[in-house]
């Protein structure tokens, strides 16, 4: 067995006190897994900052690479290789697009020296597309180039976390990251202490990962044909994409029996895909804010308590407003779990005509949904822009002047982030949003 990569031997952290981690042990190998699960308040952070050294521990000790980094500091763990992300997106305010990246290449990636560290952060630039805003100040991107910054910033560290690219074909250099689906049942995305998901996300980033990555060596996927094949197969693109999951599935070489039955057993593997896809949309349509006075939306999205709308004439902007939980069947009719206000971004799906907006052409969805959806659902007036007679861009000026919100398809997920995933339902922004 190879020695381990790292190790944590009783380790404690105290506030005053407060136990924050008591006598926490565990190691890892090069190449393997570890997830760590508790509720709220457990410590799991607090775990993340000793190790990252953030935090110094009251006692224990912390073995890397066969070197004691019981109290070493954070800049002292990038450089040896230990690094972590967070969840807000917060460039370094003083630099140019440029040195932030550096500043993850010089220090986290190795680079010998600061011209080697400029030297690839352009390369990071390049990939991401934010390659002619390098000598701009951070703090001058909107947030869809923020976002591609930090990702840029990511990349500088060499992490080892394997993502989807979606890319536009018509400007290669616009990108977004869809997570790796990993089979049916319990989503880590969803919120979940199963600890079966350990295991799947092992098998996700080790068998599944490689047998993408063969098959797409062989070429980019389309996507586009592959919603359309969905769409005329009875998909709405959200709550269902069976269809062009199986169009996916003829499309993609693949060879490993394992992945194929995942893929065949797996009606929503798609959807994480299109999701990316919506969102280079919408990035393409708010073109950075060029016209301030564009009324698209170009995002619908929840954190858990407040639901928001983002459009294209002022892309970094969100118009928020408290939000409601999404009501629906439930994957276990019995269960009595409260549903968490609208969360997530999928809401993209349906600002761009697809999901609640495209229930008319997906039959297995509408009566799944139809105790749920309002009774005139059928007959509200049309609040998106049309080409070629299919819905495509919602507009919140025309959702204003109507008085009438528009559906989406969404996910209801506990709301105590126990149980994941809920069922599927119906919901509908407040009017607040859109005014």
Do not use: Y
Not at 35 to 50: E, H, Q, R, W
Not at 108 to 127: D, I
Not at 329 to 337: E, I, K, T, Y
């Amino acid at each position: 067995m190879s020695p381990a990569l790292l190790e944590v031997s009783h380790l404690s952290k105290s506030f005053g006190g407060l136990q924050a981690t008591r006598d926490v042990s565990f190691s890892l190998r090069q190449g393997e897994i570890v997830g760590l699960i508790g509720p709220n308040g457990a410590g799991k952070t607090t775990l993340v900052n000793l190790i990252t050294g953030v935090l110094a521990p009251s006692a224990g000790r912390i073995v890397f690479e066969g070197r004691d980094v019981t109290r070493q500091r954070p800049f002292q763990a990038a450089r040896g290789g230990l690094t972590r992300t967070f969840q807000i997106v917060q460039p370094f305010p003083q630099m140019t697009v440029l040195e932030n990246v550096s500043a993850g290449a010089l220090f986290a990636g190795a680079a010998a020296s600061r011209a080697q560290a400029t030297q690839e952060a352009m390369a990071h630039l390049e990939f991401v597309g934010l390659a002619d805003q390098a000598r701009r100040p951070a703090t001058a991107l909107t947030l869809p180039s923020r976002k591609r910054l930090e990702l840029a910033k990511s990349l500088a560290m060499k992490p080892r976390l394997l993502l989807v690219d979606v890319a536009d074909a018509a400007a290669p250099a616009r990108r977004a990251w869809s997570l790796l689906g990993s089979g049916a049942g319990p989503q880590i995305r969803f919120g979940s202490r199963d600890p079966a998901i350990l295991a799947r996300l092992a098998w996700r980033d080790g068998p599944l990962a490689a047998c993408l990555q063969r098959a797409l060596a062989q070429g980019a996927v389309d996507l586009a044909p592959l919603a359309a094949a969905g769409l005329a197969g009875g998909d709405e693109l959200h709550a269902r994409t069976t269809a062009a999951t199986a169009a996916l599935q003829t499309r993609l070489p693949l060879d490993d029996e394992a992945v194929a039955a995942m893929l065949a057993g797996t009606p929503l593997f798609f959807l994480t895909l299109w999701m990316a896809a919506c969102h280079l949309v919408g990035e393409a349509a708010a073109d950075d804010g060029r016209d301030p006075a564009a009324t698209l939306v170009v995002a619908l999205a929840g954190n858990g308590q407040d639901c928001g709308i983002r459009l294209a004439g002022k892309p970094a902007q969100w118009h928020t407003a408290p939000a409601q939980p999404p009501a629906g069947p439930r994957l276990d009719a019995a269960a009595a779990r409260p549903a968490s206000p609208m969360v997530g971004d999928s809401g993209v799906i349906d600002a761009l005509g697809h999901g609640a907006q495209a229930l008319a052409g997906a039959p297995e969805v509408a009566a799944a949904l139809q105790d749920w959806l309002p009774p005139d659902w059928r007959e509200r007036p049309g609040l998106h822009l049309r080409r070629s007679g299919t819905a495509c861009a919602l507009d919140a000026a025309a959702v204003a002047r109507s008085g009438v919100a528009p559906m989406a398809a969404i996910a209801m997920v506990d709301a105590a982030g126990e149980a994941g995933l809920l069922g599927r339902g119906v919901f509908v922004p407040p009017m607040e949003v859109f005014r």
